[in-house]
C-alpha cells in the first residue's frame, strides 16, 4: 500500500443452475443447431429464448416451438471500444422469425455500412460447441433466406 | 397512512475521485449536513435506509461496514439495491416507513465511490445464461434502444447536446456538481469522441464518488422541526422484464416511466404536468434519454421532445425546468443519484436550493431509471 490506499482483489469462479428451460434450450443450440422458443398460454406469445415461466403473466409456458433460424434486424449498436474485444463485439437485437420478443445477441460476417434496421439475418454455429449461448457464434447478413426465398 | 415529508437534505461534493474519504466517511458527511439541515441530531432518527450498488465497490454488506456512517447504531437500518433506481427506491422505501406509522423520524442515505470500483465489471455481471455474453455495459446496452429512438422520433444529434450543454451549465450554479462546464457548446458535445453510435462522451453521465442524505418526519413533527417542509403526494414504482430482448424499443415506449408517472399523477389530480408541475428532477443517464423522457413523462406530446428542448420549455427559466441541479448527466454516484433527484426536489419545494433555485416552485417531481428499464416517481409539494 502507499499512505492513502489499501489494495485488496477477488478472483472467483461460480457454478449457477441453467434451469429447466435454458438447459433445454442450450442443449437444442449444443446438439441440434436449433433455436427454441416458448409459449405463454396465457398472452400467446412466443418468448425466445425460451422461458420456463412467462414474466408478464406469472404462468408457466407450455407450448415448446422452433423459431427462427432467420430473423430481423431491430436494433445494432457496435461501439468502438467493443471493436477492440476479441472477438469484436458488435450488439444487436433481432426478431426471430416467429418469436415475439426481440433476441439479444452478436453480429458478424458484415461490412458496417450494410447494416441497417430491417436487414435479414442467419445464424451461425460454432464449430465447436458445449451447451452454452455462444455455440450460437453470430448472425450475419444474408440477401435470401428460407423465409423469404422463392 | 399519514402524510410524510422531507424536512432535511445534504450532500458531499461530488467529484471523480474522495481519496481524503472511505465509504463510511463519505455517508457521514452528508448525513451530518442533512441532520444538520432538518435540526435534529442522529439520537432522535428512528430508523436508516441505505442505497449502494455493492458489486461496484465489491464489498459486500456496505449496511455493515458503512451503516455506522449514517448513525445506524443500535437502529433498524436496511439496504436496498436496485440498479439506478437504487436511491430513489430507499427514498420511497423511507417514506414508506414514515407514512406507514411505525417510524417518526427516518434517515435514507445513498452513495457511492466508483473510483474505488470496476463499475463497468459491475455492470458486466449480469445474468449469466444471457447477457454476460452479449452485454457491453451501460453505453452499448443504451446505443441500442437510443438508436431505435432516433430512427422512430427522429430526434437530431444537436438536439441531444443541448440536453447535454443545459445539464452542464445548470451545473455550474450548483455548488455540489461535478462536471461544472458554464460555457459548453453543442458542437464541443458533437466533437467529442464517439462511444457508441450516436451517443459521444459529452452525451453521457460521469462516474462520481459521492453521497445524499434526506430525513422524513411524519405528520405532526414535521410541521415542528421545519417551516417549508416538502411533502410526499406521490411515491410511485413499475419495474420491468429484466431480459433485454424482452424490452425492445425501450425508450420509445418506457412503460414503467409511463405507468409510474401516470399512477402518481392521478393521486395529485395532475392533468397538465407541464403546466402543474413547477420543477422536474429525472434520472437522465445519457442525453438521449432526458428527451426520451419528456415523452413518457407527459410534459409533450410523442415525437415532440426535440421541439422542446429548441424552445426552452425545460431550461432554468423555462414553463418547466428539468434538472436545475444539473442532473445525473452532472453527478453520477449511482447509489447517491436517485436519493439526489428526490433531494434536489425536495430543496426547491423548500426554497433552499440557493444560486439554482426555481422561483415560488411549489410541486416537483423526482424520477428514477435503472439500465433494464425500472422506473420510480415520487411528486413533492409545499402543501399536505
Not at chain 2, 428539468?322 to 419545494?349: C, D, I, K, Y
Request: charged share 20%; net charge negative; glycine share 8%.
Amino acid at each position: 500500500m502507499n499512505d492513502d490506499f489499501v489494495t485488496a482483489g477477488v478472483n472467483l469462479q461460480f457454478h449457477y443452475a441453467a434451469g429447466a428451460a435454458a438447459s433445454r434450450f442450450l442443449c437444442a443450440l449444443r446438439d441440434e443447431q436449433k433455436i427454441f422458443g416458448a409459449r405463454c398460454p396465457e398472452c400467446r406469445r412466443v418468448l425466445a429464448p425460451a422461458r420456463s415461466f412467462c414474466p408478464r403473466c406469472f404462468v408457466e409456458t407450455n407450448e415448446w416451438l422452433e423459431v427462427g433460424p432467420g430473423g430481423t434486424l431491430s436494433a445494432f449498436v457496435a461501439p468502438p471500444f467493443a471493436q477492440l474485444l476479441e472477438p469484436a463485439l458488435t450488439l444487436a437485437l433481432i426478431r426471430l422469425d416467429g418469436a415475439d420478443t426481440a433476441f439479444v445477441h452478436r453480429l458478424g460476417e458484415f461490412d458496417a455500412p450494410m447494416l441497417r434496421r430491417g436487414l435479414r439475418v442467419a445464424p451461425v454455429f460454432a464449430a465447436s460447441r458445449q451447451g452454452h449461448i455462444l455455440d450460437l457464434a453470430y448472425f450475419k447478413p444474408v440477401e435470401f433466406d428460407n423465409a423469404h426465398s422463392i | 397512512m399519514r402524510r410524510a415529508a422531507i424536512i432535511g437534505t445534504g450532500q458531499t461534493k461530488h467529484a471523480k475521485a474522495h481519496d481524503d474519504m472511505n465509504q463510511a466517511e463519505l455517508v457521514r458527511q452528508a448525513a451530518t449536513r442533512a441532520l444538520s439541515d432538518a435540526g435534529i441530531t442522529f439520537r432522535e432518527v428512528d430508523a436508516v435506509v441505505l442505497a449502494n450498488m455493492e458489486l461496484f465497490e465489491g464489498r459486500a454488506l456496505p449496511e455493515m461496514w458503512v451503516g455506522a456512517g449514517a448513525g445506524g447504531y443500535l437502529k433498524p437500518a436496511i439496504k436496498i439495491a436496485t440498479g439506478g433506481t437504487s436511491g430513489t427506491s430507499a427514498a420511497i422505501a423511507g417514506y414508506h416507513q414514515c407514512a406507514s406509522g411505525l417510524f417518526d423520524i427516518v434517515l435514507v442515505v445513498g452513495w457511492e465511490k466508483h473510483s474505488e470500483g470496476a463499475t463497468q465489471t459491475g455492470m458486466a455481471m449480469v445474468d449469466p445464461l444471457w447477457d454476460r455474453n452479449v452485454a457491453s455495459g451501460a453505453v452499448g446496452n443504451f446505443a441500442l434502444s437510443i438508436s431505435q429512438y432516433v430512427a422512430e422520433r427522429g430526434v437530431t444529434p444537436a438536439q441531444a447536446a443541448k440536453v447535454a450543454v443545459k445539464a452542464r451549465r445548470n451545473a455550474a450554479k450548483n455548488p455540489y456538481a461535478h462536471l461544472q462546464i458554464p460555457d459548453l457548446t453543442v458542437e464541443q458535445v458533437l466533437r467529442s469522441p464517439m462511444l457508441a453510435d450516436p451517443v459521444h462522451r459529452l452525451d453521457m453521465c460521469p462516474q462520481s464518488d459521492g453521497a445524499c442524505a434526506l430525513v422524513y418526519a411524519a405528520q405532526g413533527v414535521a410541521e415542528k422541526l421545519c417551516a417549508q417542509p416538502a411533502w410526499v403526494r406521490a411515491a410511485v414504482t413499475r419495474h420491468d422484464q429484466p431480459y433485454i430482448g424482452d424490452l425492445d424499443r425501450r425508450l420509445v415506449t418506457m412503460r414503467t416511466l409511463r405507468d409510474a408517472a401516470r399512477a402518481a399523477y392521478h393521486q395529485v389530480g395532475i392533468v397538465e404536468p407541464r403546466k402543474q408541475i413547477d420543477v422536474a428532477e429525472i434520472y437522465e443517464p445519457v442525453s438521449y434519454a432526458e428527451l426520451a423522457w419528456y415523452e413518457a413523462l407527459g410534459f409533450c406530446a410523442e415525437g415532440k421532445a426535440g421541439e422542446l428542448i429548441d424552445e426552452g420549455v425545460t431550461e432554468m427559466n423555462g414553463e418547466l425546468p428539468v434538472n436545475p441541479s444539473g442532473g445525473v448527466l452532472s453527478s453520477n454516484p449511482v447509489g447517491a443519484s436517485g436519493v439526489l433527484r428526490v433531494a434536489e426536489a425536495a430543496m426547491q419545494v423548500m426554497g433552499r436550493a440557493g444560486a439554482h433555485q426555481i422561483a415560488d416552485a411549489r410541486v416537483a417531481l423526482a424520477t428514477g431509471y435503472g439500465v433494464y428499464a425500472w422506473s420510480d416517481v415520487m411528486i413533492l409539494s409545499a402543501d399536505t
